[in-house]
């Protein structure tokens, strides 16, 4: 299995723009999870799904962003409009029933200037 | 509201030498534990994971072990090397169905 993957990698965008992050989770893990990570914070759990589900979302910050998992396969987080303050490393992660633990992605690193 | 700690938050030591990170959670009730190692600019890689009926895990140069009822876990790296150098985090799992609780993360250096 490729693990869990997530483009871009980088991303460079303008306040104000629309940003799209992408997640593919590992096949047949039916959790998946979107953490954001900064030097300030440290990673905080956003939103995260269960069969595709969302189940909690109550670390999204507030309404510009919002997440989507039309199947098992890929997941979305979508940042609308974009401010510099959304700058952050944002993960992705997948399991399957919790005591197996997680598998994170690579991240992307997203820069608002 | 379960709160996790890690101490020390940075670590500095000479190659070949044994060290122990450490990670206390406030809630004792917590169903697993996992310990992550984070290169600069990378993604999280799994380390050990305790589940809530374990006491300890081990591979390689790496030994968790877990004491729910103190609300303590330590990471023992053995021989360290150059290449150990990262920052590493634990992650506690209150429950099977509910959200996981990161600590802040020990950044450790390894120097030749």
């Known amino acids: 299995d490729a693990g869990v993957i997530q483009s871009p990698r980088h991303e460079v965008t303008e306040m104000g723009q629309e940003v799209t992050l992408r997640c593919k989770p590992i096949?047949?893990?039916?959790?998946l999870f979107w953490y954001r990570q900064t030097m300030m914070r440290g990673l905080e759990l956003l939103i995260y799904f269960n069969n595709n589900v969302p189940i909690d979302d109550s670390g999204m910050p507030e309404d510009r962003f919002s997440a989507k998992m039309p199947n098992a396969s890929f997941s979305t987080l979508k940042i609308q409009p974009s401010e510099p303050r959304d700058s952050a490393v944002y993960f992705c992660?997948?399991?399957?029933?919790?005591?197996?633990?997680?598998?994170f992605g690579s991240g992307t690193r997203l820069t608002v200037v | 509201k379960q709160e996790v700690t890690q101490i020390p938050a940075a670590l500095s030591v000479p190659e070949g030498e044994n060290l122990v990170l450490n990670c206390s959670f406030t809630?004792?009730?917590?169903?697993?534990l996992q310990w992550f190692r984070q290169d600069p600019g990378k993604g999280l890689t799994s380390l050990l994971l305790?589940?809530?009926?374990?006491r300890e895990q081990t591979s390689g140069r790496l030994n968790a072990s877990l004491d729910k009822s103190s609300g303590r876990s330590t990471l023992y790296i053995a021989a360290s090397q150059p290449g150990d150098s990262a920052t590493y985090l634990c992650?506690?799992?209150?429950?099977?169905?509910?959200?996981?609780?990161f600590g802040p993360g020990t950044s450790l250096s390894v120097i030749p």
């Open positions: 992660a997948s399991s399957t029933e919790r005591s197996y633990g997680y598998t």
């Open positions: 992650a506690v799992f209150r429950t099977s169905y509910d959200k996981v609780i």
């Open positions: 305790i589940q809530s009926s374990q």
């Open positions: 096949s047949g893990h039916d959790y």
């Open positions: 809630d004792s009730a917590i169903y697993n």
